[in-house]
């Protein structure tokens, strides 16, 4: 078996192309710039039909040569993904191979977006995000790696080969590498090259999203559910019980993040039950947090409160019990036929170790926005029609901070995530052998002076992320800002 090229036989034909073009682009883009500096003031000068006029002159050439460039290129790059995924295997090399073994995500954004597109006016802030270019790069992004997690996890598709498996002599081999005469498997080379314990690396990034993608959102919307319950009450109603509270929050975020991490993390702090009970402790809050808002919603409906709060309280207590009772802890008190799942003991205590430190800073934005919010005449409204605290800060003051806290939520995910990185990065907390981001590019780093490619793929997935997330924040928050 033949190694594989980056672009295999496909590539001889679209390369050159591919290159000129991006010479091209290059090129108009460094010319575009230094006849900025010596073009007329730009002016709003509109055609007869209404429409904006082109600008004139060289640069307006140049601008016209720079959006070509741009289109052509970015249709090559399609060109290479259609022939990665219509041709047969190895013909369109390592880019093509991982293109089509990426098919079922393309399919899922393709449904995703035509679906959201096409009733984007019956959706709200989601909706309004399709009408902004930067939201929808963002939320693309994003939604790739989210797919990707689902389909590595829930269906075990996309990968290659095991995550943990090691095959001898492809220990940090290049990408393309086939596998060695005799081997078992229906894959027949590592698409990104072997690491240095001779795992295949693509399937270890693929199987790294699922880690970051099942605890960076979900560990935010914890501290989220901490930092909302904590922060109305202190912003409504002031006075000691915000002076405590904010002493409290401003109190953890004088530690330094990743000292504070160090400290949960590591295993004599682990051994003491500390980050158990800290467990115990925050993650009884989303039961507070629902408990609150249904009762406020329907206190004067008892006949309709009472069985939803039962079956709501119900399934969230379950969940609770079962998330904070894990074996090998000194809480481990539910009987197995009880005990609806376990988790990593090392991804519970790193979750529990986001949730706190994200905590405070999601309660001083509450806090800052309930303490703004609640002079405005709806929340008087409100008070005049004898409505009680909890249904003013849940009901009133809270819908009408969502846009904010929607926009540091997705933030919020995206520090999250670097956290995460750089915990895996120094092997704190997550499993050795995980194959989180972090840990892969740790791995990695050890050899970057020598093989480069081990590091570079999980770092650039972290990057993307990352990237996506940020520009998903800023196209939400254009989109927020014109409500």
């Known amino acids: 078996m033949e190694s594989l090229t980056w672009t295999g036989a496909t590539g001889a034909f679209l390369n050159p192309i591919w290159t000129m073009t991006l010479a091209c682009l290059a090129l108009a883009v460094v010319l575009q710039i230094i006849l900025s ?31 070509v460039a741009f289109m052509a290129l970015l249709a090559l790059s399609v060109l290479y ?8 295997y190895g013909t369109s090399g390592i880019i093509g191979v991982m293109f089509k073994r990426f098919l079922p995500v393309w399919i899922a954004l393709i449904v995703t977006f ?12 989601y909706g309004k995000l399709f009408d902004s270019t930067v939201g929808m790069v963002g939320f ?49 080379h590592y698409l990104l090259g072997g690491d240095n314990l001779a795992r295949d690396i693509f399937s270890r990034v ?41 002493f409290i929050a401003n109190l953890i975020l ?59 309280l119900g399934v969230l207590a379950w969940l609770y019990l079962s998330l904070i009772s894990q074996s090998g802890t000194v809480l481990n008190f539910l009987p197995s036929w009880l005990d609806g799942f376990d988790v990593d003991a090392g991804i519970l205590v790193v979750f529990v170790s986001v949730v706190f430190v994200n905590s405070p800073t999601v309660f001083r934005i509450v806090r800052g926005l309930a303490l703004d919010l609640r002079t405005r005449d709806y929340v ?72 480069a490619h081990p590091a570079l793929p999980p770092a650039i997935a972290l990057l993307s992320l990352v990237l996506g997330l940020n520009l998903l924040a800023d196209g939400l928050r254009e989109e927020s800002l014109k409500d």
């Open 140 to 188: 693309g992004i994003v939604m790739f790696w989210v797919f990707t997690a689902i389909f590595a996890g829930a269906f075990d598709m996309l990968v290659t080969h095991s995550e943990f498996s090691q095959v001898s002599g492809l220990k940090n081999k290049v990408p393309g590498v086939p596998m060695p005469e005799g081997t078992a498997g229906d894959w027949p």
């Open 380 to 451: 008087a409204a409100a008070q005049t029609r004898g409505e009680g605290a909890w249904y003013i800060m849940l009901w009133e003051i809270l819908p009408n901070a969502r846009g904010p806290l929607i926009v540091d939520f997705c933030l919020r995910i995206g520090y999250t995530t670097i956290l995460l990185g750089t915990l895996g990065f120094f092997g704190l907390g997550l499993p050795p052998e995980s194959p989180d981001w972090g840990s892969t590019i740790n791995e990695g780093r050890k050899l970057l002076l020598i093989y």
């Open 37 to 67: 500096f010596f073009a007329a003031p730009a002016t709003l000068q509109s055609n007869p039909d209404g429409t904006l006029a082109k600008r004139g002159g060289y640069l307006g050439g140049v601008e016209r040569v720079t959006k």
């Open 254 to 312: 004088a530690f330094p993040v990743i000292l504070l991490f160090y400290l949960l993390v590591t295993p004599e702090i682990v051994e003491t039950g500390i980050p158990s009970y800290m467990a115990a402790f925050l993650f009884v809050f989303p039961l507070v947090f629902f408990a609150v808002l249904l009762n406020s919603r329907f206190y004067t409906q008892p006949a309709k409160r009472t069985p939803i709060l039962i079956v709501v």
């Open 206 to 246: 693929v199987k790294g999203s699922m880690v970051v993608i099942a605890v960076a959102p979900l560990a935010t919307l914890f501290a989220f559910m901490v930092g909302i319950t904590l922060g109305l009450p202190a912003g409504y109603y002031g006075g000691r019980l915000d002076t405590i509270l904010s």
């Open 114 to 125: 035509s679906v959201s597109i096409y009733f984007k006016r019956n959706l709200g802030l």
């Open 81 to 88: 993904v259609v022939a990665g995924i219509v041709t047969p």
